[in-house]
């Protein structure tokens, strides 16, 4: 299986700043590399696909990029409605595996 | 615009089966637009891929659950499904069904696109 590895694990941030989180593969994934925001009691959101491409709808602060086994989501200008657990996946190969989230308070 | 909402008992005994089913509105389950997936998450933990269908019925298993694990699809009900058996404590999670959005040619170059609302299943006597 391919581990997905995110880090930081959690971050602490305020309305307005930038932030970058990193996800890496155990190997190489060729940009199958999808990113989801989870807030409490909710189902995940699609935010990101193919490393770089936002689903529609998703706010053009976000943004994703990297490429072979190591990528990154930033986020210009934070929102409130930002702060939540973020997720990367691979879709590279099965089983489809899961980065094991990033947790973005509120500082 | 497409949703999906799973149903199914929220407690089910060790050694038993966890079935669970997801209801499809706005579109044809057969679709060939669409796989269809089961994603689930322990409590407190992160998301764990279990498996996926295509929309002509040919199923995709995460291989540590095959051995366990039915997912169907019923055309008549325009819906999916789930069963997981032998459960035991480790299968206690929320349980979500999700569309699924293509973007690649690869067999698995697809992101989770719409998800239910999620159900807690508790495996507990």
């Known amino acids: 299986d391919i581990q997905m590895t995110q880090s930081p694990s959690s971050l602490s941030a305020s309305v307005g700043d930038r932030v970058t989180i990193t996800c890496r593969a155990s190997?190489?994934?060729?940009?199958?590399l999808n990113w989801y925001l989870q807030k409490p009691g909710k189902a995940p959101k699609f935010l990101i696909y193919?490393?770089?491409s936002l689903q529609s709808g998703v706010p053009s602060r976000f943004s994703g990029g990297g490429s072979g086994t190591d990528y990154t989501l930033t986020i210009t200008n934070l929102q409130p409605e930002d702060f939540g657990t973020y997720y990367c996946q691979q879709s590279y190969t099965g089983p489809l595996t899961f980065g094991g989230g990033t947790k973005l308070e509120i500082k | 615009q497409l949703q999906v909402q799973e149903s199914g008992p929220g407690l089910v005994k060790p050694s038993e089966t966890l079935s669970l089913t997801c209801a499809v509105s706005?579109?044809?389950?057969?679709?060939?637009?669409?796989?269809w997936a089961w994603i689930r998450q322990p409590p407190g933990e992160g998301l764990e891929w279990i498996g996926s269908?295509?929309?002509?019925?040919?199923?995709y298993y995460k291989p540590s659950l095959q051995s366990r694990l039915t997912i169907s699809v019923d055309t008549s009900k325009n819906d999916f499904s789930l069963r997981l058996r032998s459960v035991t404590a480790a299968d206690t999670a929320v349980y979500y069904c999700?569309?699924?959005?293509?973007?690649?040619?690869?067999?698995?170059?697809?992101?989770?696109?719409?998800w239910s609302q999620g159900t807690m299943v508790t495996v507990s006597s």
């Open positions: 999700a569309t699924t959005f293509f973007y690649g040619s690869g067999s698995f170059s697809y992101a989770f696109d719409m």
């Open positions: 190997q190489r994934i060729s940009n199958s």
């Open positions: 193919d490393a770089s």
């Open positions: 269908i295509s929309f002509s019925g040919t199923p």
């Open positions: 706005g579109g044809s389950i057969s679709s060939s637009s669409y796989w």
